[in-house]
Structure formats: C-alpha cells, structure tokens
C-alpha cells in the first residue's frame, strides 16, 4: 500500500472530503525582449509592432506601462515608446565590411600569440616565486620558535639550592637557643 492509498483510507476512515479546485491558466501569446540595461519588457502582442502596448512587470506581476522614451535593446534594434504604445522601430544598423575588417585587422595586430612554452614558462616561475615565498616563512617561523623557546626557558625560575642542615645538639642548648634552633630547622 502506498501513501497515497494509506492517506485516502485515512480520509475514508474519519469521513473527510477534500475539493481539488483545479485552476484553469489562461496563456497568453506575449512577447518579450530585453532592454540593453537587462530590463525585461513584453508585449500583449505576438511580437512588437508599431502600435502594440508595452510593459514591464514588478514584483508583484503588476503590468506597468513603459514610459515614454527610446530603448535600445539587446540586439542593437531601437524601440520609440509614446503613451505606453511602440510608436517606431529602428532596426540595427550593421557595420559596413570595412569597419569590421579593420576591426578585425587591430585586434589581431593587438593579440600576442602565447605559446604551449610561453604558458609552461609562466607557470614554473609562479611555482618557484610561490616556493621561494613559502620557504621564507618557514624561516621565519622557525626563528621566532627558537626566540620564544628561549625567553621561555629563560623565564623559568629554579628553587635556590639548599644548603644542608647542621645537626645540633639540642641538649647542650639554653631554652632560649632550643626554641631557636628548632625554628631555624623548619623554617
């Protein structure tokens, strides 16, 4: 038995009937473009024509009318937008052959080839650079151990050396120099 089948015995059992609204979604043909900042914005409309509404969603799926101005869109073409309608399209201009030939020409002109060998090279010396800068700071560290292991060494106290007890013979002793002598021995 499934869960789906355990939770509709369930609901048989304690007589609990569930309505399933079903949502019909309405699609709309709509299409859209994106502005050449990355402002998405769409049309009723099968595709933008002169005359068609134009729009921008919020946040809150609310349609919003674009203001009136010139966009430029992501593929160089040119939106003019009057009361909220396409009022003209300016497609892009393409470069002549010319330019993009000389374009081409100065980026080419402008590109050093790099070499399988110019990379190898490139990597090894940050490798040895990488090396050479983690080595010092192995020196470094061992250094400042070997500092701090002796001022701690230097730091640590050791208890005076005792000198050895002279035994007395208490008998032979005033009071006085009894009591004395025994505060001299544990002291």
Do not use: H, W
């Not at 430029?72 to 002549?96: H, N």
């Not at 080419?108 to 700071?137: G, L, N, W």
Request: proline share 3%.
């Amino acid at each position: 038995m499934n869960l789906k089948e355990r939770i509709s015995d369930l609901f048989e059992k304690y007589s609990v009937e569930l309505a399933v609204e079903e949502k019909e979604e309405q699609v709309s043909l709509m299409a859209t473009a994106v502005l050449e900042s990355g402002q998405e914005i769409m049309t009723d409309a099968d595709a933008f024509a002169v005359g068609v509404a134009v729009f921008v969603m919020n946040d809150e799926n609310e349609r919003i009318p674009l203001p009136d101005g010139d966009y430029q869109l992501e593929d160089g073409s040119m939106l003019v937008v009057a009361e909220g309608t396409v009022s003209e399209i300016k497609d892009a201009e393409a470069p002549s052959e010319e330019v993009v030939e000389e374009e081409v020409e100065e980026v080419e002109a402008s590109v050093d080839m790099i070499t399988r060998e110019d990379v190898a090279s490139m990597i090894a010396d940050a490798v040895s650079e990488a090396k050479k800068e983690f080595s010092s700071q192995i020196e470094q560290r061992d250094v400042k151990i070997i500092e701090l292991s002796k001022a701690a060494s230097a730091k640590i106290s050791r208890a005076p050396k005792m000198e050895p007890k002279v035994q007395v013979d208490l008998t032979k002793l005033s009071m006085k120099e009894r009591i004395a002598a025994i505060q001299n021995n544990f002291s």
